[in-house]
């Protein structure tokens, strides 16, 4: 393939993954498909993100698009029994794995444990706000002589990845918000209904408050007809 038309191919993909990844609302979701996309492209064994908490030594692949009939490795890790991958890992560039047996990267005593999972790997560490977060994989059971083109593609897809990730995560915390004030304004219209209807319900020092100050919240919270209307305290309802 030449030069362009490698170009062509690479831009279709990245047009599939957008394509693909947009109306995705779920974090996992988002994992999942850009996965399964980019390990097909690749024509990669295994292709997966690896959450990492190096504080609590622990690492954590939720999905493995696992091709070729090789076992998903879905489990949670130790750090500790890798301990040459955290060090390599917080540089914060790809790390290329051609043939676990006789990479540079991996100490002779860890050679094993890590030819049990693949052989051959590319890993794009993702850090954020100078902490490492993670890592967006893919890796054969056989070397493979991984190409710069190969490195670019995975980086990239890693950025893209996480971007939707955080834009989803965000976007679940906004109609979080939403909702509660929804209900605050669902609670504070039945008590301005009420309050209405009878403003004998909410008194504070001997006096009636009226709907107004209800809907303002001045004084409400303290009075102790606010319970009997709405069975919720309004420090409670400021409190969600």
Known sequence: MGPHAALEHRQSFFLALSDALRPLGDPGAIEREACRLLGDYLGADHTYYVEIRAAEDWASVRFDHARNGTNPLVADYRLSAIPFVLPIYQRGTPVIINDARTS??????????????????????????????????????????????????????????????????????????????????HLLAGLVLQVERDPALVAVEDREVGADAVRSGVSAAAAPGVRRVVGLDLDDVRAQ
């Open 104 to 185: 540079p990267l991996i100490p002779d005593a860890n050679r094993a444990i890590v030819a049990q999972a693949h052989l051959a790997c590319i890993a794009v560490p993702v850090i954020k706000d100078a902490v490492l977060v993670g890592s967006f994989c893919v890796a054969m059971e056989s070397p493979r002589e991984w190409q710069e083109d190969h490195v670019a593609i995975v980086a990239e897809t890693a950025e893209r990845v996480w971007a939707a990730v955080d834009h989803a995560r965000a976007q679940v915390v906004v109609e979080d918000v939403g909702r509660v004030h929804e209900a605050q304004e």
